[in-house]
């Protein structure tokens, strides 16, 4: 596992936080609390390189701390 913060590469599987900056690992939730996604007991977490929620559009964690940005896509 990889931090999306830091880049340090070397986590334990079961590693809750980055060892090396503390940011919280496989915690890139929806903002937005109302979300479908945040309604079970334990809220969905989405792939590192999601920037908005697939559900209802709200900026996701990794997004709105800066630690991602969209990418971009050529049209042809």
């Known amino acids: ?9 070397d986590h334990e599987e079961d590693a809750i936080y980055c060892h090396n900056c503390g940011v919280a690992l ?10 479908v ?7 969905y977490s989405f792939p590192p ?3 908005y929620c697939d559900q209802c559009g709200s900026e996701t964690e990794y ?3 800066g630690y ?3 990418k971009s896509y050529n049209h042809e």
């Open 49 to 51: 390189d999601y920037c």
């Open 68 to 70: 991602i940005k969209p």
């Open 26 to 35: 496989n915690s890139n939730y929806c903002t937005n609390p109302d979300c």
């Open 63 to 65: 997004f709105k701390a």
């Open 1 to 9: 596992m990889v931090c999306i913060k830091c880049g340090c590469p």
């Open 37 to 43: 996604m945040n309604n079970n007991d334990e809220p």
